[in-house]
């Protein structure tokens, strides 16, 4: 009898500051091209998303700024640890994202790092940035929710 595959999802990494920072206006999941290296380093979960973002070169899309820790059982032939990351997409999806790019104020950040099925993937979003007061109204919104889910607990 065949075993079934292993489709659990193993979070890595998670860009918090995404979601204060921006609106999201949509979401897509990509693969990159890692080291072996890397790879080690990412099952040890020594990775950071803060300050990351996606550019387009060419047809191609590339991860910036994300921080994946150099693996210090690695000897010689260790990876530099902010070193552009090739994301693999389809090249419609990459367009489509160089199309979002263009517009005023639209920018991809990564939301989250991931094992899928053993690869590693990364969750982008298509983003907005926030005012202020947009901000402040998100924080004001979160805190209510929170008061909601707290006086209806006690009441039961």
Known sequence: MAKPPD????????????????????????????????????????AQLKDSYVSIRGTEAFLQNAHISEYRASSYNNHAPERLRK?????????????????KGITVVPLKLYFKKGKVKVELALVKGKKAHDKRDSLKKRDADREIRRTMQKGR
């Open 7 to 46: 489709t659990s999802i193993s979070i890595i990494a998670e860009n918090r500051k995404a979601w204060h920072d921006y609106t999201i206006l949509e979401t897509l999941e990509a693969g990159m091209v890692l080291l072996g290296s890397e790879v080690k380093a990412l099952r040890n979960k020594q």
């Open 87 to 103: 994301l693999l997409l389809h090249r419609i999806e990459i367009e489509k994202i160089s199309r979002s790019i263009q517009e």
